[in-house]
């Protein structure tokens, strides 16, 4: 162990004594400022899968482009269960500027595998739903730089528009974390120019959509 002395305070030598007390209080305020800051960073959410769409998990964006702003909350919920779908297959619901609504209500729905996430659509809604063969987007763990994914908004889906670009360091409400960039290739149909920036165990943190304000995440609860 280091041991650390302080200079002798002598009779009469006030000067010393001023810098030992400087001393003394700067490093109760770095102390006590460290504790402040420490506590005003709140511990960033986790989710317990690696793509995060467990049910129940939901996702608050914010945009501003210009004057107007745009708020969405994302969240996994259960479909209806009149729809009678197998196990697995689940329903997103989007609140805030553009309304109330459910992706189901355009004919899409996903299954959530442990490794895997499946975007399918639906030939027809009613009981019993058929889908089509394939699905539209199938994510699988771990996402790889340079790999290419299904992203066909319609009939069977075309191979090789949606592909993961290159990683970054994404910044969030928790801190820089560690992401993943997927870009839509094409250029056409109704997922052209789409950007996304995904951050593993939390979610999608970043949304370019053309057309919109750039979206990006302000808050996340996770299970």
């Given amino acids: 162990m280091i041991e650390t002395r302080?200079?002798?305070?002598?009779?009469?030598?006030?000067?010393?004594?001023?810098?030992?007390?400087?001393?003394?209080?700067?490093?109760?305020?770095?102390?006590?400022?460290?504790?402040?800051?420490?506590?005003?960073?709140?511990?960033?959410?986790?989710?317990?899968?690696?793509?995060?769409?467990?049910?129940?998990n939901s996702w608050l964006y914010e945009g501003t482009q210009d004057t107007s702003t745009m708020k969405l909350e994302i969240k996994v919920v259960k479909p209806d269960?009149?729809?009678?779908?197998?196990?697995?297959?689940?329903?997103?619901?989007?609140?805030?500027?553009?309304?109330?609504?459910?992706?189901?209500?355009?004919?899409l729905f996903l299954e959530l595998a442990p490794d895997s996430v499946k975007l399918w659509g639906v030939k027809q809604m009613n009981v019993n739903p058929q889908f089509f063969s394939t699905p539209y987007i199938w994510l699988e763990k771990p996402l790889q730089v340079g790999r290419e994914y299904n992203t066909a908004i319609q009939g069977t889906p075309t191979p090789a528009l949606m592909a993961v670009t290159g990683q970054v360091k994404e910044v969030t409400p928790w801190g820089e974390k560690d992401g993943f960039v997927l870009q839509e290739e094409s250029g056409t149909g109704l997922a052209g120019g789409v950007k996304l920036t995904f951050v593993p165990y939390l979610g999608f943190a970043r949304m370019s959509i053309p057309e919109w304000p750039e979206l990006t995440l302000k808050d996340a609860s996770l299970k």
């Fill in 81 to 107: 269960p009149a729809l009678n779908l197998r196990e697995g297959i689940y329903d997103i619901r989007i609140t805030g500027s553009l309304g109330d609504f459910t992706v189901s209500e355009q004919g």
């Fill in 6 to 56: 302080l200079p002798s305070i002598l009779p009469g030598d006030k000067s010393s004594g001023i810098k030992i007390f400087i001393i003394s209080v700067t490093a109760v305020l770095v102390v006590v400022s460290s504790l402040v800051f420490a506590g005003c960073f709140k511990s960033a959410p986790q989710s317990k899968d690696y793509f995060a769409l467990a049910p129940g």
